[in-house]
Structure formats: structure tokens, C-alpha cells
């Protein structure tokens, strides 16, 4: 069973526009959530992530949305460049520091593509 | 990122053939991750280790194995290739157990035919 689901596969939008890529996950256990970026032939980078102790989380031109009680977390690309133009994978994690091992369980990932 | 390098960055085999992936630190990094990714699927955790010998399993290890002789290299085996195995593979590391500490290899795209 998918826990992780991104359920857009793409997103078009204009320049200088507004990004929203969408998650939502089932695991109640998850405590912390990451968005990771992914260009052609290169792997992820990390780009910007949430506590389940906040409800958002900003860093310049993304901010990072969670609903707990939705179950649901958002990415919002504020303005939208070309060079954002990527795959977006959200991930989850469900360990505490104490036994942390680092697991990550990621989406399908959505594709964006920003229109000069 | 130079501190990870995946190796090789492209494999075709034929099933039913052993196959070995290389991931290589040079980050004194404890933890070392295998994912594959797959159309629709995203990246699946593989196996991961947390320290020198220390393996445990991922959500799709099914046909694979791993090795960790040493802090600097972690080795992925299809002990017997199918052609689902065909993927991209992504190593990453972690030096805090934390996720935002995630490094990703560039990949290795492997072809089983």
C-alpha cells in the first residue's frame, strides 16, 4: 500500500506564478516531512521540509503546508521560475531521534514544468 | 556531489546473471540507503545500513542483498537478475540519521533484458 501519495503525475504553470504540489499520506505515525527536488539524470537534492509540531514552514520562495488532520501536506512555489522545472517527491518518516535509522517513504513524485 | 558516487552509471544484463552496485562515500557518513525508482512509484527503500555489518531490510528487498564491509562502501547485488529489477538505482547517505542530511548518488541505470 502506497503511504505516501502524490496524486498529480504533472503540473504546468506559467512563470512568475504559483506552484502547489500536493501529498497526502496515511501513516498517523509519520512525524516529519520533506520535499525533495530531481533533475534529469542527477539525484534528488533536498529542498525543504516540516515538523508535525508546525503547520508550515517557509524558505524564501517555498513554504511547506501540513494539515494533520487532513493528512495532507502542500508545496507552494512562490514566484515559479524555469529552473524549477523538475520532479518533486514528498517524503515521510515515522522514527524518533532516538532510534533514528533515517528511513524516508517517498511519493510517486509530481513533474512540474514552468512555462517561460 | 562528489562526495558520493554511484558506479556504473549504466549496466545492461541479461536475467538470470549476478549483478553488483557500488556506492561509495567519502563523507565518513553512518548511513547508507538503496532506493530504486520506478514510473508511478517514486523511490523505494531497498535496504539501508546503519554502520559497518550493520543491514536491515527496505520495502521492496525481495531479490536483492547487501554488503557493507566497510564505512566508505555499500554494495547492492541482484543475486539473480529479472527484468523487473530493471530500474534506477539511488544510493544515498546520511550523517546525522536525520532526513535532511540525505545525499543522492547520481543513479545507475540498470537494463535487464
Known amino acids: 500500500d502506497q503511504q505516501v501519495k502524490q496524486n498529480s503525475p504533472s503540473l504546468s504553470v506559467q512563470e512568475g506564478r504559483i506552484s502547489i504540489l500536493n501529498c497526502d499520506y496515511t501513516n498517523s505515525m509519520f512525524d516529519y516531512f520533506l520535499w525533495y527536488k530531481k533533475y534529469p539524470a542527477e539525484g534528488p537534492t533536498f529542498l525543504i521540509s516540516?515538523?508535525?509540531?508546525?503547520d508550515k514552514n517557509e524558505d524564501g520562495r517555498f513554504t511547506v503546508f501540513l494539515n494533520k488532520s487532513a493528512k495532507h501536506l502542500s508545496l507552494h512555489i512562490v514566484p515559479s521560475q524555469p529552473g524549477d522545472s523538475a520532479v518533486y517527491f514528498c517524503?515521510?518518516?515515522?522514527?524518533?531521534?532516538?532510534?533514528?535509522?533515517?528511513?524516508?517513504?517517498f511519493g510517486q513524485g509530481t513533474t512540474l514544468q514552468v512555462k517561460p | 556531489d562528489a562526495g558520493i558516487t554511484q558506479s556504473p552509471r549504466h549496466k545492461v544484463t541479461e536475467t538470470g546473471t549476478p549483478v553488483t552496485l557500488r556506492c561509495h562515500q567519502t563523507e565518513n557518513h553512518r548511513y547508507m540507503y538503496w532506493y530504486r525508482q520506478d514510473p508511478g512509484h517514486g523511490l523505494r527503500l531497498i535496504h539501508y545500513?546503519?554502520?559497518?555489518?550493520?543491514?536491515d531490510k527496505g520495502e521492496v528487498s525481495d531479490g536483492y542483498s547487501v554488503s557493507r564491509s566497510k564505512t566508505e562502501d555499500f554494495l547492492l547485488t541482484l543475486e539473480s537478475a529479472t527484468s523487473s529489477q530493471t530500474s534506477v538505482y539511488f544510493c544515498?547517505?546520511?550523517?546525522?540519521?536525520?532526513?535532511?542530511?540525505?545525499?543522492f548518488g547520481s543513479g545507475t541505470r540498470l537494463t535487464v533484458v
Open positions: 544515498a547517505i546520511s550523517g546525522r540519521g536525520d532526513w535532511d542530511g540525505y545525499t
Open positions: 516540516i515538523s508535525s509540531i508546525k
Open positions: 517524503a515521510a518518516s515515522a522514527g524518533s531521534s532516538s532510534s533514528n535509522t533515517g528511513k524516508l517513504i
Open positions: 545500513s546503519y554502520g559497518v555489518k550493520d543491514t
